[in-house]
């Protein structure tokens, strides 16, 4: 049984070797893992995948070759969501919903080797816009809202937020659909709203 209900791999080009840490929140155990390239990347999903980690997150400038070496790697074993689109910057932010969640105290900030940083937190659905504009107010580059996030509340966030920076929203490829739609009701059924 892996020690992560999912896992995110942020694309760090910069990076020598693969990084990771841990997010505990009231949604589960989430590996957060920065990878140098879409080799390394596809590797670590192969050995979560096997490990049991039940869901993928791509984000920080995946791009189709290297997406699909990682659904490749995982073979069918967990879903993978890519956030095709998303530009490589030094700032990002990555919004994932959690009901549960305290924007202020349930994030995680990642500092780059060039000095960039990638902030991941936690927010409730309805805090998920201000959390946004929080993040771009203070620097944020890219925002890149979590798939478990509704492509309407990504909307808003792009809205909300302009032309001032990129939003992506994490979505699922036809090969990850049911494995989505499956977590999706696992998550639901464990944290009733």
């Known amino acids: 049984m892996s020690d992560y209900d999912e896992a995110f791999l942020f694309l760090a080009p910069e990076a020598t070797e693969v990084q990771r840490k841990v997010l505990r929140h009231s949604g589960g155990v989430t590996a957060l893992i920065w990878v140098p390239d879409g080799a390394a990347a596809a590797e670590v999903a192969a050995e979560l995948a096997a490990a049991g ?3 993928f997150e791509l984000y920080r400038g995946f791009d189709l070759a290297a997406a699909a070496g990682v659904i490749e790697a995982v073979d069918g074993r967990a879903p ?3 956030p095709l689109g998303a530009p490589q ?6 919004i994932f919903g959690d009901e549960g969640a305290d924007p202020a105290k349930d994030r995680l900030v990642h500092h780059h080797a060039d000095g960039g940083t990638t902030t991941v937190v936690g927010a409730p ?4 816009v201000a959390v946004a504009q929080q993040a771009v107010e ?8 979590c798939g478990g996030e509704p492509l309407t509340t990504a909307a808003k966030v792009a809205a909300a937020v302009g032309d001032r920076v990129p939003v992506t929203l994490t979505s699922w490829p036809f090969e990850s659909i049911t ?5 999706k009701a696992a998550y639901e059924e464990a944290h009733p709203a």
């Open 89 to 94: 910057v030094r700032h990002s932010v990555t």
């Open 138 to 145: 203070a620097g944020a580059e890219l925002i890149q809202v």
């Open 179 to 183: 494995g989505a739609a499956a977590f």
């Open 80 to 82: 993978v969501g890519v």
């Open 53 to 55: 980690t039940r869901l």
């Open 125 to 128: 659905n309805g805090e998920v």
